[in-house]
Nanobody
């Protein structure tokens, strides 16, 4: 069973930066597609960014040029560097792992951006 533990959330002013981390266990990490999603109050959970086992990345339009997803296979960890944060980035951020059709979610970490 895949376990995911997120960290790095917090409160930051608009224009600031945060870096989220998600440590995975119980999977062959190098073969796992990893992603970051977020859910704001009253809204559906949405994709922020994905990184495939190949290292290819996908971003949702609103974060392109501001956020960077990366992975360290030696540490079984995926990162989300968030720059130029906006109040509308406020949400609970979740880590997601997909391997051989099996999906796992982390518990989420709160990111709050003040104006």
């Amino acid at each position: 069973q895949v376990q995911l533990v997120e960290s790095g959330g917090g409160l930051v002013q608009a224009g600031g930066s945060l870096k989220l981390s998600c440590a995975a266990s119980g999977t062959i990490f190098s073969l796992t597609t990893m992603g970051w999603y977020r859910q704001a109050p009253g809204k559906q959970r949405e994709l922020v960014a994905n990184i495939l086992s190949s290292g290819n990345t996908v971003y949702t339009g609103s974060v392109k040029g501001r956020f960077i997803i990366s992975r360290d296979n030696a540490r079984n960890t995926v990162y989300l560097q968030m720059n130029s944060l906006k109040p509308e980035d406020t949400a609970v951020y979740y880590c997601k792992a997909v391997v051989m059709g099996s999906i796992s979610w982390g518990q989420g970490t709160q990111v709050t951006v003040s104006s």
